[in-house]
């Protein structure tokens, strides 16, 4: 069972760039949700999914997009790179309504 | 402005001894409050939870603790052991039916010393 997988592993993109940082799980979770971890400020949501079809905004969504197709894919846009979305970004999944999230290994991104 | 904060960024404990983190929070419409523990170039695992209904919640060596009226939560770590070093995460939500929405703390790294 691999749980959730994330790709790439690490990228540097050129600013102005459009970028998309790919999730899949295998745990038929509902809901699935996408943070990005800076030093000092600990994770922030981006956005979030409840079910396939439906997407929702997060605490930071600015300069992000997502799209949730199918249960299992989660993927995130950014659709022209800025230097300050430098980070390192989790994507995670839950059964819907269950307090328990599990994430994946994450994806360092490197804006210049 | 930061709803969950850590003030501690970091805290070294010796082996065998109690580890206490800590977090405040400055919502009053958070509900469950939990505990994450991430490994370097890992992400981060669940820990332990506790709803704002209970005052306790114990789960083996870790325990949690909830100070509604000062808004503070606490995590035990007793004993502590080599293989806790690593940075906690404290974080609240809301009453929630579907996607829960997590608020984070900066985290606290854990350095446990023979």
């Known amino acids: 069972i691999a749980g959730i997988t994330q790709a790439p592993t690490s990228q540097i993109l050129a600013a102005g760039r459009r970028m998309t940082l790919r999730c899949t799980q295998d745990m038929r979770h509902n809901a699935m949700y996408w943070y990005r971890q800076d030093l000092g400020l600990g994770l922030r949501l981006i956005h979030y999914?409840?079910?396939?079809?439906?997407?929702g905004k997060g605490e930071v969504p600015d300069g992000y997009s997502v799209s949730r197709a199918n249960t299992d894919d989660f993927p995130l846009t950014l659709a022209s790179a800025v230097p300050s979305q430098t980070s390192v970004y989790f994507c995670?999944?839950?059964?819907?309504?269950?307090?328990?999230?599990?994430f994946g290994p994450g994806t360092r991104l490197t804006v210049l | 402005d930061q709803q969950v904060k850590q003030n501690s960024p970091s805290l070294s404990v010796q082996e065998g001894r109690i580890s206490i983190l800590n977090c405040d929070y400055t919502?009053?419409?958070?509900?469950?409050f939990l505990w994450y523990k991430k490994y370097p170039a890992e992400g981060p695992t669940f820990l332990i939870s506790?709803?704002?209904?209970?005052d306790k919640n114990e789960d083996g060596r870790f325990t949690v603790f909830l100070n509604k009226s000062a808004k503070h939560l606490s995590l035990h770590i007793v004993p502590s052991q080599p293989g806790d070093s690593a940075v906690y995460f404290c974080a609240a939500s809301p009453l929630f039916q579907g996607a829960q929405k997590l608020v984070f703390g900066q985290g606290t790294r854990l350095t446990i010393n023979p």
């Open positions: 995670a999944s839950s059964y819907q309504g269950s307090d328990t999230q599990y």
């Open positions: 999914s409840n079910t396939a079809g439906t997407t």
């Open positions: 919502n009053s419409m958070f509900d469950y």
């Open positions: 506790i709803s704002s209904i209970k």
